[in-house]
């Protein structure tokens, strides 16, 4: 086995277009839609903290610098917000922005996540690392990528976050083939990019987190271009099977995908449900709206 390498690293693939969200998302990146005050974005990145992965890569479009702006200092904000006592509003944001070192890498053309993932080996470089997919917010304790680490730690090997979905979805997720090896970890056998039920070997899908050794790199770059042109990271890590293992770990937790618009509104009503100042609003509105008669 190789020797063992901290992770420190951690990308963020920001690119895309949110076509599932439009027209929302026609000049507000989907990153930086919010879930009640918080963007998108912001719940991955505090999963990267609470999980030490502080040091943040985007990868964004040319046309998405707001994102990385999101997470600069807000100086003239918090003047204006100091003159009128009300600095504190910007507490959480500022707790995760001195806590982090962003860099970002501009991707000039849409050639996919795994396309995303290669861009990032110039400031990656030999070094281990993991990659958020922002759309899939979870809620866990521990955070999800810290559950990963801690099987990381015992494996030195890739890990991919994965969990079982309904059959009538599995097109929409990497999938993959397990050997299950005790509390929730699996021997990847096999992995297929959004195959057709029929050809899904497992219901376990890949939901949004990897921890990755940079032998991914040359893997991707041997995969090369899919038939649609873009490289995928499915095919990337099927590619880094044939010469090193890759674990899975199912999720401990509740993930929202808010990369849709169904996706959104339901993770808007999970957190809302669980937030201080609206579980008791939330709770009227639920009863009162599956049955008017409550409310008589
Ligand atoms: C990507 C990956 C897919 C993974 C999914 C998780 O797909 O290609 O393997 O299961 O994220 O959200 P996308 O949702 O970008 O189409």
Do not use: C, W
């Not at 090193?244 to 509740?254: H, I, M, P």
């Amino acid at each position: 086995m190789s020797t063992f390498r901290p992770i420190r690293k951690i990308v963020f693939p920001a690119a895309g277009l949110g076509t599932r969200i439009l027209p929302a998302t026609a000049v507000l990146p989907k990153e930086l839609m919010p879930i009640i005050d918080k963007p998108v974005i912001q719940y991955g990145v505090e999963e990267a903290v609470a999980s030490e992965l502080t040091q943040i890569i985007l990868v964004i479009s040319p046309g998405k610098t707001i994102v990385e702006d999101h997470f600069s200092e807000h100086l003239a904000l918090e003047k204006r917000l100091e003159q009128r006592g009300k600095a504190s509003l910007l507490d959480g944001l500022r707790a995760v922005v001195s806590q982090i070192h962003l860099s970002t890498i501009i991707q000039h053309e849409p050639l996919g996540l795994g396309h995303a993932v290669l861009m990032s080996h110039a400031l990656v470089g030999d070094e281990p690392f993991a990659v958020l997919l922002s759309d899939d917010v979870i809620d866990s304790a521990p955070p999800a990528l810290g559950q990963m680490l801690a099987v990381y730690d015992q494996v030195n090997s890739p890990v991919l976050l994965v969990e079982r979905v309904p059959g009538d979805v599995v097109d929409r997720y990497g999938i993959i083939d397990g050997e299950p090896l005790g509390h929730g970890i699996y021997r990847v056998k096999d992995l297929v990019e959004k195959p057709a039920l029929a050809d899904a070997p497992s219901d376990l899908a890949i939901i949004g987190r990897y921890l990755l050794t940079p032998d991914i790199y040359p893997a991707l770059q041997e995969t090369g271009q899919n038939s649609s042109g873009e490289i995928q990271l499915t095919d990337g890590l099927r590619r880094l099977l044939q010469h090193r293992q890759v674990y899975a770990l199912e999720l401990d937790g509740v993930r929202q995908d808010t990369g849709n618009k169904i996706g959104y509104l339901r993770a808007i009503l999970y957190f809302a449900a669980r937030h201080p100042d609206f579980a008791d609003i939330m709770q009227t509105f639920v009863q009162t709206s599956q049955s008017p008669e409550a409310t008589d």
